[in-house]
């Protein structure tokens, strides 16, 4: 999820003081951004767009804001070798399909399109029919190498788990001189945390996801457990038991609030014609 430059202003919102080592009792309360203007920070490579008026995140301890350009860039990976063959591979015996190539019947009505055994983004995001709370997901996904009108629109889009946690997509290739901020690139979790290394391949090629989610615990509206992620991009580990610390959002920190154990899964339109193939998802009980 990311936003074009001209965005309302947000008003301000409390959240939770949150600490990757535990959870934690107290609360801080923190403005969203006011305004929303893009920076830019230079580096040798090209440069990092990003906000600075946005809300420090206590879990960096306070170190660096939502969004912000200043911090640590990724490591960049090479990913191994695809496989050859051009089609996509297939689930798990124990898996539930969700797009094998031919229609969206496991997904809400939507404008996306199928065709030659992908899906390409439409307006609005895609819903799955079924809820689902702890999980195996492997999706496949494909940035388009037609420039996008601003950079915010390349290859921008996301896996929403739960409808509420979402792994960013984005063309985060290093043939680009213009990168997002590092909470926003390709396999964050969106606004909170960078993947461990960038392993984006070129757009115009698959990319492969494979995450294991736990979905957070609450006992009554108080939470007693963050969600968490572990995670392969293209069989590189990008997320290790990571606690994701809050629903996604745009230049904002949002508290946990309590839901259903089970939900759909989303994934992102953003108007930018990504294109997806191999969707399955093996359902974990606790």
């Not at 946005?54 to 490591?75: F, S």
Request: with cysteine; net charge neutral.
């Amino acid at each position: 999820m990311t936003s074009p430059v001209n965005r309302p202003t947000l008003t301000a919102l409390s959240v939770s003081a949150l600490s990757t080592l535990a959870l934690s009792a107290s609360v801080l309360w923190a403005p969203a951004a006011s305004g929303n203007e893009l920076v830019t920070r230079k580096t040798d490579s090209g440069s990092i767009v990003g906000y600075k008026h946005t809300p420090l995140m206590p879990w960096t301890a306070n170190r660096y804001h939502v969004h912000d350009p200043d911090r640590p860039v990724p490591k960049r990976v090479t990913p191994g070798l695809p496989p050859t063959r051009p089609e996509a591979g297939s689930a798990p015996s124990d898996a539930i399909v969700l797009f094998a190539g031919e229609d969206l019947s496991k997904w809400k009505p939507a404008s996306w399109k199928v065709q030659d055994g992908y899906a390409e983004a439409g307006a609005g995001s895609l819903e799955t029919s079924e809820a689902f709370g702890d999980c195996q997901l492997h999706l496949e996904w494909m940035a388009p190498t037609t420039p996008a009108k601003h950079m915010m629109s390349r290859g921008n889009s996301g896996v929403i788990l739960m409808g509420k946690y979402e792994i960013q997509i984005f063309d985060s290739h290093a043939v680009h001189a213009e990168q997002i901020y590092p909470d926003g690139q390709a396999a964050s979790v969106y606004g909170e945390t960078p993947p461990l290394v960038n392993a984006c391949r070129r757009p115009g090629q698959w990319q492969s996801f494979d995450i294991v989610f736990t979905a957070p615990v609450f006992e009554g509206d108080k939470l007693v457990k963050r969600a968490t992620v572990t995670m392969l991009h293209n069989g590189v580990l990008v997320h290790l038991n990571q606690e994701i610390m809050g629903p996604m959002a745009h230049c904002q920190i949002v508290p946990y609030q309590s839901h259903p154990p089970k939900l759909p899964l989303v994934i992102q339109g953003h108007g930018s014609p990504l294109r997806f193939r191999n969707i399955w998802i093996r359902p974990l009980e606790r």
